[in-house]
């Protein structure tokens, strides 16, 4: 056996079981973005209006994601992650059959309860499954499922709901999640148990300026991306005519190389350290917002122009997870819990900016406004990582 092959031995096999899990919850989060001009349509509500979806669902998200750290701290993670897929794939199914937008805003804030509780915990489960030094790697792993997600998901919910209407995409993301519940459950060791979250964690964490830099910079960094990001689908209709297959395919190439940006990301950022690769995913979405009215001469130009961003979009989240869980491992559940209500809220701030820029007829400057918050995001990134930061515990 060679030596790179001892130097980076194999992840256990349930990581795949939460990577899947965590592409079914990335693909039901943005089935929604996918399918905006069709909900808007079938429901008779505009595009500002189904917008809403998206930042009512990231409001519970970001809310919900640190108090259900609390909550569920004494659960056995086998069942807490089985259980919050089937939670997600039955309310998912509930929507796809609501009659009405108002009924539909009620189901899809109550399914994505489980996002707030898969995700985070999840990455905290992965401390106790592979040792000290893969755990950079196994968290950016995990986190290939949004890539995944982004390249077979995002398009094909767009296709479905072009196609067959935005039902049967909900319809797919319902199935997918109670069969990935049913994976997770057999994959899953009993007894894994991250450290409950006690007031001493808690306050050790939201008193580390280091931790709440870092969560400060997941914040921003969604901010600025889904101020255009959750309005992809009637931008791209509204600019370049694309609805659809044509609409779907430009999901896929932004996918495959948002794929490709973890799997590179996952290679690399145990060698590079997670701030620097933070600051290099976060430097290539900016530039393509710099690039972003190029793409309105064509759709290949277009095409080109998502690339810079495409690699940086999800492996910056990823970069962020690890960041967090190598600054502190012993926090992990608490860091990774407000990660996840930052990114959610980021994202929640940005579709509730972007819609009310499009409602006063700004939609070609939605580029501008995301560029000025990336780049406060790599500001406040290289400060935090600037700081002397000491090895952190919870008591």
């Known amino acids: 056996m060679s030596s790179a092959a001892l130097a980076r031995p194999s992840l256990p096999p349930v990581l795949w079981a939460l990577m899947v899990g965590n592409f079914v919850i990335g693909t039901g989060v943005m089935v929604v973005p996918g399918t905006l001009t069709d909900i808007s349509q079938s429901l008779g509500v505009s595009i500002p209006k189904a917008g809403q979806l998206i930042t009512a669902a990231a409001v519970l998200m970001g809310v919900g994601a640190p108090l259900f750290a609390s909550l569920v701290a004494g659960w056995d993670r086998r069942r807490l992650l089985a259980l919050s897929l089937v ?71 767009a296709f479905i709901g072009g196609t067959l209407g935005w039902r049967w995409a909900f319809g797919l993301v319902g199935v997918l999640a109670l069969l990935s519940a049913l994976w997770v459950w057999r994959a899953m060791p009993d007894g894994v148990k991250p450290a409950a979250l006690s007031r001493q964690a808690w306050a050790a964490t939201l008193g580390s300026s280091a931790l709440m830099m870092a969560v400060g910079v997941t914040l921003l960094s969604a901010f600025g991306q889904f101020t255009l990001f959750s309005y992809f689908a009637p931008y791209l209709l509204q600019t370049l005519g694309l609805s659809g297959g044509s609409l779907s395919l430009m999901f896929l190439w932004f996918g495959a190389f948002g794929l490709l940006g973890n799997v590179m990301l996952s290679r690399w950022i145990d060698r590079i350290g997670a701030p620097r690769a933070v600051l290099l995913t976060l430097g290539s979405m900016a530039l393509c917002l710099m690039l ?31 960041r967090l869980v190598q600054l502190s491992p012993s926090l992990a559940s608490a860091t990774v819990a407000l990660n996840t209500s930052a990114m959610y809220g980021g994202q929640a701030m940005g579709a509730a900016l972007g819609g009310a820029m499009i409602a006063s007829g700004q939609m070609l400057q939605l580029h501008w406004v995301g560029l000025v918050v990336l780049g406060s995001a790599m500001a406040l990134s290289v400060w935090a990582a600037s700081r002397q930061m000491r090895p952190m515990v919870a008591t």
Not at 126 to 135: F, K, S
Not at 294 to 314: K, M, T
């Open 87 to 157: 939670w997600y794939g039955l309310l998912t199914l509930a929507c796809a059959l609501a009659p009405s937008y108002p009924v539909l805003l009620v189901l899809r804030v109550l399914a994505v309860v489980s996002p707030a509780i898969f995700t985070p915990q999840a990455a905290a489960s992965v401390g106790l499954l592979v040792e000290p030094q893969q755990r950079g790697r196994a968290i950016t792993f995990i986190f290939l499922g949004w890539s995944v997600a982004s390249v077979m998901g995002m398009p094909l919910s």
């Open 292 to 322: 972003w009215p190029l793409g309105r001469l064509g759709i290949w130009q277009q095409a080109l122009v998502l690339v810079p961003w495409a690699l940086g979009c999800f492996s910056a989240n990823s970069a962020q997870q690890a």
